[in-house]
């Protein structure tokens, strides 16, 4: 077969290079130790050709935008070095490694796969068409999108429940001995995910902790266009105690592939942390339209072609006698023409064509979590406070489901800043409730690890404007799985966060932060704010029943300063407790308190208990209101919205939150969008962070301006 001419010069590079190699004499070849070193060298060919064939359907139209893995197809020893049954949580530059592990398992079809992401085609097997990912539920690679580390967090979670859930006797979908793998660039070795990734799995370990985990730093030395320091990985990695360092050259396959192994023989046998890092080369720039000599010297790129990790091992393959010059030009040339005929099939192939289609995995999520109804086990008993419902129902949980976890700062034996988590420790055992580093990216990593391994995660982030240390966790990583993976794979995870304003004797930003911007945009992602404690216990029943069977990622708001309130009009009425609930709270349903026809009020949080006392008021002015109690914040609870609305045509919204931003922006935009006409004013705190002491009053939503607002909106009939 004639030699095409490749469209990169690499391609031609390569072909000039081999055809100009000699082959070695008869009995003087050396023996290569390498098993099965053609379907490795086939691994790398693919890999490179999915690249070419890349650019081509890009340059046809007919593909997007990808990053491809040209220069670190030594990935594909680290494929060969583990089994594959170890969870792969990998780089967006591992089309090495996801074409050997394909050829470790029967049945698959690799090649068009990955063309199928290129494309965008809805036939492609694990996103549907939504994102060109390298994973599969019959490889064990868990997809990750365009990982900046971010993904690191969770394969500490993965390592961390192989062992745990052997513990509690919980059926995980990796052997006991597996070993997890994550991969990364060494531009992303930079972030902080990494560093708190790589902290974490040592921390684990350090404390005798099973840690599994092999990490694996693909190091090109440059980060899209910014080189990274000469030396740089090994001086940050290559000295840390408790993890084990293994440098390999990932441009030569023998070299990659035996300190592959003993990376991974290592953390197979110790069940500790190791770091293999693999030195790769860049190759054909980083990425889509990226032109490569606008920060590259041209003298710069043509030495890194003599590193190409593929053409390299075409040498070896020469040098040992397994294949002749001829026979690898030819092999190459073959795997070009399967390619190309692969990406002339699939680049017809359909896409996603309407919002149903592409939105479905996060509508199935939702509708499924919805048709969730959950009662207490055991209602009744004396009246609570919010928290001591939250603390009961958590050991119900406990009780209920084995798998189920609970970890967060201080919350084991301490039992938390303020005595939510109390007892559930000594009576579920410290296996299954205990104290985690301060670090949120470490908590919800470890959550996400947790979820897609058998366990039932509940974290607890201990205040609210700690999240956004780690919101990326969920927004980035949580939330988009099921999206990504068209719901083959979940992270079912209930995150508790205490928030939200009014504490008193102890606040400030940290400590009153009333926003939750962050994670009222994410899709899919369901939000509950209990008030009252019937509907706390009521409510998280509920999210961890969504979480277990839609895979439902749920963000439980719990309102600090009513956790242990007990009066709500005067003192010493104790009507803000609640005995312990017999009925269910479905996700999306709202609650009204009382049947005033004059005014609808559209609360949660501390703004019911607010405004169920402005009610009180209105009412000695004549002013008959209903409350009505949000619950659900996303999502929105809008068919109750919408009856209560038009039962008294004016709507009076009350939102602790920041005006910008806030809840009620939501709220508002639904009435408008469903169609309600009567009278509507909202009332919110103040666009401003929350200071110490009582200045936090003149920013925060008061009474007062509930009640203003209430009388001025009344007295408007027409």
């Not at 720039?285 to 990790?309: C, F, K, M, N, V």
């Not at 055991?378 to 919010?386: A, M, S």
């Not at 009053?697 to 007062?704: A, G, N």
Request: hydrophobic fraction near 40%; include cysteine.
């Amino acid at each position: 077969m004639a030699v095409v001419s490749g469209i990169e010069p690499i391609d031609e590079y390569f072909t000039a290079t081999v055809a100009a190699l000699t082959a070695p004499g008869r009995g003087e070849a050396p023996t290569l130790n390498v098993p099965n070193p053609l379907a490795l060298f086939d691994a790398q060919l693919g890999s490179r050709h999915l690249d070419l064939a890349a650019r081509r359907l890009r340059s046809q139209g007919k593909g997007f935008y990808t990053i491809g893995s040209s220069g670190h197809e030594g990935n594909a020893a680290v494929a060969a070095a583990l089994r594959p049954t170890d969870p792969a949580l990998l780089h967006y530059r591992s089309g090495g490694f996801y074409l050997a592990r394909a050829a470790q398992v029967d049945g698959s079809d690799p090649l068009r796969d990955v063309l199928l992401g290129l494309v965008a085609a809805t036939a492609e097997p694990i996103s549907g068409g939504r994102h060109k990912v390298f994973g599969r539920h019959d490889l064990n690679i868990i997809p990750q999108t365009s990982t900046i580390a971010s993904h690191l967090p969770r394969a500490v979670g993965v390592a961390f429940s192989i062992a745990r859930t052997r513990k509690l006797g919980v059926v995980c979908p990796w052997p006991d001995d597996a070993v997890t793998v994550c991969s990364f660039g060494d531009a992303s070795a930079n972030h902080s995910t990494t560093a708190g990734a790589v902290n974490a799995a040592l921390h684990a370990a350090y404390q005798g902790l099973p840690m599994p985990l092999l990490f694996v730093c693909e190091d090109n030395g440059i980060g899209i266009s910014t080189p990274t320091p000469r030396g740089w990985i090994a001086r940050a990695y290559g000295d840390r105690a408790g993890l084990r360092y293994v440098a390999a050259d990932g441009c030569d396959l023998v070299d990659a592939l035996e300190s592959a192994r003993a990376a991974a023989d290592w953390v197979r046998h110790e069940r500790k942390p190791a770091f293999l890092h693999l030195r790769t080369v860049r190759l054909m720039g980083h990425a889509g339209t990226d032109y490569e000599q606008s920060y590259r010297r041209p003298a710069e790129i043509l030495s890194d072609y003599e590193r190409d990790p593929v053409l390299n091992t075409a040498r070896t393959l020469v040098a040992h006698g397994i294949l002749t010059p001829a026979q690898v030009v030819q092999r190459y040339e073959d795997k070009r023409a399967e390619v190309m005929e692969l990406a002339r099939a699939v680049s017809g192939c359909p896409q996603l064509d309407s919002t149903t289609a592409v939105m479905r995995p996060l509508r199935e999520t939702l509708d499924d979590a919805r048709a969730v109804s959950v009662a207490p086990a055991e209602p009744g008993g004396p009246p609570l406070t919010l928290a001591l419902a939250i603390n009961r129902a958590l050991q119900e949980v406990l009780q209920a489901h084995p798998e189920a976890i609970v970890f967060g700062e201080d919350i084991a034996r301490k039992g938390g800043v303020y005595g939510v988590t109390r007892g559930l420790q000594a009576a579920a055992g410290p296996a299954r409730v205990f104290d985690t580093l301060l670090d949120e990216q470490t908590i919800l990593g470890l959550a996400l690890g947790a979820g897609v391994s058998g366990l039932l995660p509940i974290p607890e982030i201990q205040y609210l404007a700690y999240l956004h240390n780690a919101a990326d966790q969920i927004r980035g990583e949580g939330a988009t799985l099921q999206f990504f993976s068209n719901r083959q794979y979940r992270n079912p995870m209930v995150v508790r966060i205490a928030g939200l304003g009014y504490q008193k004797g102890f606040g400030g930003h940290f400590h009153n932060d009333d926003s939750i911007a962050a994670i009222r945009d994410i899709p899919g992602v369901v939000i509950a704010c209990p008030a009252r404690p019937d509907d706390a216990a009521a409510m998280l029943h509920t999210c961890v029943a969504a979480t277990k069977t839609a895979g439902a990622v749920c963000v439980y708001l719990e309102p600090i300063a009513l956790y242990h309130t007990k009066d709500l009009y005067t003192d010493g009425d104790q009507q803000w407790l609640a005995a312990y609930p017999s009925q269910p709270v479905r996700i999306g349903a709202a609650r009204t308190h009382g049947d005033g026809a004059d005014l609808t009020i559209l609360t949660f949080g501390n703004g019911l208990w607010m405004s169920l006392r402005v009610a009180r008021r209105l009412e000695r002015a004549g002013i008959a209101a209903r409350v009505v109690d949000l619950r659900w914040l996303s999502p929105l609870p809008v068919e109750d919205m919408l009856r209560e609305a038009e039962a008294t045509g004016r709507v009076l919204i009350v939102d602790e939150t920041r005006r910008t931003g806030g809840v009620g922006e939501g709220v508002l935009a639904e009435l408008d969008d469903h169609g309600y006409s009567g009278r509507v004013q909202r009332v919110s705190s103040a666009d401003s962070f929350i200071p110490l002491g009582d200045a936090a009053r003149e920013v925060l939503l008061s009474e007062d301006t509930i009640e203003a607002a209430a009388v001025k909106l009344v007295g408007e009939r027409a």
